[in-house]
């Protein structure tokens, strides 16, 4: 293929797949409210849009009540009075939700859907992705993640309130904070894989998924629940202490773009955790069939977000200076000595003296 073709086939990829995860995100949000809604014995979203069916009696089952929710939500989003306050840096201020959701889009450059396939004709090697083959992926994964930080702090910065600039300084202490752990935590995937191309990870897991590795596959997710701000880590929104945060001046679809992204998020990291830990589109037939990888990635995608909401409705906010003190007094030390251990089991490995 010419670099001409090359780069045609990478926007037709990339476009679908932002397509997908663009529209797709606003379901995110129903399954957490259908889901929460069923942990905690209560109503869900049940009015807007339904599936009619045919009943007993001559009656009308309703099934899958609430579906349209979430575009009666981005109706409500777009039609909100969005107005922006006196005193602030506009070019900032409209600047910091773009730099929030951008980089959950960026990530899906590198992330392996599927392995090597053929679809209409076009066929994908080593494996179905945006940029597939990267030999720096988990660099350029970590890379685009920390600039989600800059959406936050200068969100901010640039409202003129001292509520939103004291959200800010909290979200970006945390988000830099737990970010350590979650870098240590994914060299032991690198390091059993001795690549850093995502597709080489999730192939390197055909015997065995690296989430039996627990220390690092438990950090992970508990830095990615810090890093996404949510329960028991969400002191970026704790209402009670600061007013929704770093977003308090924010409204319409600004605020929007700031819950867009959240969401967004916490599909990218599930399917990140997916490969990293849990062999990605790997599973039965797989090989036979390639097709079946985008299943499996789904499915494992949705058992992710389903742990997620599950933790939310389960467990208390913690004070903010818990929330420090578990960031680098227990989780980054358990990190680097895991990395330490990981590492010397791997040279001894080797170099013989262990099997």
Request: a positive charge; one cysteine or more; proline letters at 5%.
């Amino acid at each position: 293929m010419t670099p001409g073709q090359i780069a045609i086939r990478a926007l037709i990829v990339g476009f679908s797949v932002s397509m997908v995860m663009v529209t797709g995100f606003a379901y995110t949000t129903l399954l957490e409210r259908k889901l929460l809604a069923r942990l905690q014995h209560r109503i869900g979203p049940n009015r807007a849009g339904y599936i009619p069916l045919p009943g007993k009696n001559g009656g009308e089952r309703r099934l899958i009540k609430g579906f349209l929710q979430p575009g009666a939500d981005a109706v409500k989003l777009f039609l909100k009075e969005d107005q922006t306050p006196a005193g602030v840096d506009r070019f900032v201020y409209n600047l910091a939700p773009m730099l929030a959701v951008i980089p959950a889009i960026l990530i899906l450059a590198v992330i392996p859907w599927a392995g090597e396939i053929t679809i209409f004709g076009a066929h994908f090697a080593p494996y179905f992705a945006i940029a597939p083959g990267l030999d720096v992926a988990v660099l350029y994964m970590l890379s685009i993640t920390s600039i989600g930080v800059y959406g936050v702090v200068l969100a901010g910065w640039a409202s003129n309130s001292k509520y939103a600039i004291l959200g800010g300084i909290r979200a970006s202490a945390q988000m830099i904070s737990y970010e350590l752990a979650m870098g240590m935590s994914i060299l032991i995937p690198v390091m059993l894989a001795d690549s850093l191309d995502l597709g080489v990870i999730v192939s390197q897991q055909s015997g065995y998924w690296y989430a039996l590795h627990i220390p690092a596959a438990a950090v992970f997710l508990l830095a990615v629940m810090a890093e996404l701000q949510r329960l028991p880590f969400d002191l970026v929104e704790a209402e009670q202490e600061l007013s929704s945060g770093f977003n308090v001046e924010y409204g319409g679809m600004r605020f929007g773009m700031f819950f867009m992204a959240e969401y967004m998020k916490m599909v990218i990291f599930s399917a990140i955790a997916a490969t990293l830990f849990f062999g990605g589109y790997r599973g039965p037939f797989v090989d036979q069939l390639p097709g079946l990888g985008f299943f499996y990635l789904f499915l494992k995608i949705v058992a992710g977000l389903c742990m997620l909401i599950w933790i939310r409705a389960s467990f208390p906010r913690l004070r903010y200076d818990q929330l420090m003190a578990f960031g680098w007094k227990r989780l980054l030390p358990i990190a680097v000595l895991n990395f330490i251990i990981v590492a010397v089991v791997i040279v001894l490995q080797q170099e013989g003296i262990i099997f």
